[in-house]
């Protein structure tokens, strides 16, 4: 059974910081590209970073240098470093698994809430 645990969310205030985790398990933790996705309400699915099973990172450009990609293959966990917290970064947070093998199927989380507000 494959589970992916996204943990961390909560109210936060601008400029404030909140660490995202993602436990995985039932899969081969360590050959999977890891990524996190958000959601507003009325908004599309965005791709906000990735982590690949090689080590390369990607960040999207409204968070980049504000968030920071990370993964602890010893405890078969991803995490999100956000910091400088604005209002719009407010939406469901989603852990995505997903290996570079034409047709293997992709694992998604939960997700959990993050608000940035005053």
């Known amino acids: 059974q494959v589970q992916l645990v996204e943990s961390g969310g909560g109210l936060v205030q601008p400029g404030g910081s909140l660490r995202l985790s993602c436990a995985v398990s039932?899969?081969?933790?360590?050959?999977?590209?890891m990524d996190w996705y958000r959601q507003a309400p009325g908004k599309q699915r965005e791709l906000v970073a990735e982590?690949?099973?090689?080590?390369?990172?990607n960040y999207a450009d409204s968070v980049k240098d504000r968030f920071t990609i990370s993964r602890d293959n010893a405890k078969n966990t991803v995490y999100l470093q956000m910091s400088s917290l604005k209002p719009e970064d407010t939406a469901v947070y989603y852990c995505?698994?997903?290996?570079?093998?034409?047709?293997?199927?992709?694992?998604w989380g939960q997700g959990t809430q993050v608000t940035v507000s005053s």
């Open positions: 995505h698994a997903e290996r570079s093998v034409m047709w293997s199927r992709a694992y």
């Open positions: 039932g899969i081969a933790f360590g050959v999977y590209n």
């Open positions: 982590l690949t099973s090689g080590g390369s990172t």
